[in-house]
């Protein structure tokens, strides 16, 4: 037996104006599937959303002043959830939509850092939906649009159909340059099947260990900044002492780079797998389900962000070693 | 001290009564001798030691702040369907204001000014004396964390991301006293001759300012939010919530807990969610994240056993003004009353 999970899952969508955001949030309201949905939208939003439970967010952008620099978290939406807490019994999950300019960092960073969200809710996958007709546009001019792919955990290239087979190569392309750890779905108006959207948790974090390292080598980089994805494994366990301690400096190091990381990790002589995420500077880790006998005890971990060197954080891995 | 050999009967078997309102319970105030407790169904209960008497629908959603009307025969209520609503004990509901989107998070009054102040967004509206629509709102760079009065109810402090700022209400055109700090400002509260404004951090611990001149405090070492103050009838006392004991700040002398250490009571293994003094006695009912009310008392460990852990956080607690009478409430729509002049 498991303890039951009791936390509302929180479902973020992100991506440019345009790209389709609420065609999908349409889809989502209205399909029926018997889930009620709490429905987070920006103030400066679309309209046309038909939802019971609409809350305005105010993107308010608040630093912690815990001496971390890039620890940075959305205010209002730690006052939404608490809020939304007293009518627990009127929904089943949340969905934040975010303008097409936010930021995705403050955002995740709210479900690591507010022990009070945590409690009560987690974050279940940010969704990012990019317009295969503007996705180079996008990157060249904005800092944004490069950061929501680099920070999904599913991807929709919408509306594949106002594009060239060739042209969609290259979108592919640079998607996968960025995040190559994000399930990626080509559609025209957002139609993937909504299961593959929400609620996916574990599910998704097991995808991990599906990834093959060498699809995620350096791919050709645009500029210097340019983010990109870092898979490395290990088949033999690690010491979970030498693991923490190196991963704890390398964020503290490195986390102003490291926009995301996630892994399933094998300790030696833990029955448990244990999984960790972390967001620049945040790390949050659980031990989450014993190890299956059929399963090979693998562990991976993946680093999304820029000036990622994967030699160093090979080695630096390999030394966790039990 | 003796050593615990026999377990005390809670107090709400003997004089009290345990009542079910069903739905969380953002805050109560007492109306004479009835409790109203302001509901996340957005409802209004009215109850006395015998149990609930009215239930007043008020708002089209949750309840988030409540006070006591000044004219002491009403409870004030903020939404976040944006409206701020006087709900009477006779029944009666009257709108005094609608923010649109905006929740009503925050709600203070002041009997002896008869100020009402409601905080929706980054906007803080006031309530002239009589007012039943607002009067004039001072509006601020960020939402607003928390709202206070002082006992006069003419000084006004306002929370806010960066800081917080004391007005003076009364006014339309009131000065602005600015109190900087890096971090985001959630609850807030005045000492009752506005020596100092307390503000709770988003990073755990309080920040202090000792007025007029704006000196910095910082209060740490709680292990969650300070969601509840109390001060002590004499202002010597700050009670805050936020750790697994009550944690009581010192404010009396010229620089008040300025390198002083707090006193610590109520410890029971929880975390302390509520607190609130005794209007006569030195005495702090205190609530906890397991559901347990006690009656603790400022310099020792001892305590009285109000009701026992629920499971369901304690998030309201209340005396009547006499002192006679005890309310809370939980996360999970549990309540109960207490009446020390009656053996139930």
Redesign the interface.
Known sequence: MTEVDTRIPVTVLTGYLGAGKTTLLNRILTENHGRRYAVIVN?FGEIGIDNDLI??A?E?V?????GCICCT?R??L???IE?L????DKFDAIIIETTGLADPAPVAQTFFV???VRARSMLDAIVTVVDARHLGLRLADSHEAEEQIAFADVILINKTDLVTPQELEEVRQRVRTINGQARVHETVRCDVPLADVLERGAFDLDRILEIEPDFLGEDDHEHDDSITSVSISSEAPLNVNQFNTWLRQLVAVQGVDILRLKGIIAFKDDPERFVVQGVHMLLDGDSQRPWKTDEARVSRLVFIGRNLDQAALAEGFRTCVA | MSADTVEQVPLVYTHGKRLAPGAPVSAIVWLGDEAALALGDGSVRFAGVHGERVRIDAHHGVILSAARHPDGAALLSGGDDGRVLRVGGDGTVTELGAFGRDWVGGIAASARSKLIVAAAGAVATVWLPGAVKPSHSYAFPSTVGGIALDAKGLRLAVSHYGGAALLYPKSAQSSRFALKWAGSHLACTLSPDCGYLVTATQELGLHGWRLPIGADMAMSGYRAKTRSFSWDRRAKWLATSGDARVILWPFDGKTGPMGRKPNLTGARGALVTTVTFHPAQDILAVGYADGAVVLARIDDDNFIIVDEPSGAGVSALAWNDAGTMLAWGDEDGGAGLLDMKVRA
């Open positions: 103030e809350v305005d105010d308010e608040f630093e912690m002043n815990n978290v205010g209002d730690i006052r939404i809020g807490m007293k009518r627990r507010d022990d009070d």
